[in-house]
């Protein structure tokens, strides 16, 4: 069974730091490509970063130079770091494993909105952690 769980989600003021580790379990965490994602209810997921085995990382523009994704083998854990928070950065933050599955590799190769192709039985997530972001 694969777990993935966030924690460090909470308040926090505009242009103030906030990292978020997700520990994983049951998943071959350094060989698959690992990502964060947002999602608010009603809308779509919006991919936020992705690292790949060899270290690879992409991210959206949104976020690019503010966060920064990263990912411990020895910890099975991985991370967000987020810097220079903005009130639209508000939302639930999502983990998320890759599987085998070929439509993950479009959006661990950059291509951030193919995470919409990624159905939920073709990968591992995570429940979740609230972010908010006050100005």
């Known amino acids: 069974q694969v777990d993935l769980v966030e924690f460090g989600g909470g308040p926090v003021q505009a242009g103030g730091p906030l990292r978020l580790p997700c520990e994983v379990s049951?998943?071959?965490?350094?060989?698959?490509?690992m990502a964060w994602f947002r999602k608010t209810p009603g809308q779509d997921r919006e991919g936020v970063a992705t690292?790949?085995?060899?270290?690879?990382?992409r991210y959206a523009a949104s976020v690019k130079g503010r966060f920064t994704i990263s990912k411990d083998n020895t910890k099975n854990t991985l991370y967000l770091q987020m810097n220079n928070l903005k009130p639209e950065d508000t939302d639930m933050y999502y983990c998320?494993?890759?599987?085998?599955?070929?439509?993950?590799?479009?959006?661990?190769?950059?291509?951030?909105?193919?995470?919409?192709?990624?159905?939920?039985?073709?990968?591992?997530w995570g429940q979740g952690t609230q972010v908010t972001v006050s100005s």
């Open positions: 690292i790949v085995d060899d270290g690879d990382t």
């Open positions: 998320a494993a890759a599987s085998r599955d070929i439509r993950w590799c479009p959006f661990l190769a950059g291509d951030l909105q193919a995470l919409g192709a990624i159905s939920a039985d073709a990968g591992y």
């Open positions: 049951g998943h071959p965490f350094s060989s698959y490509g």
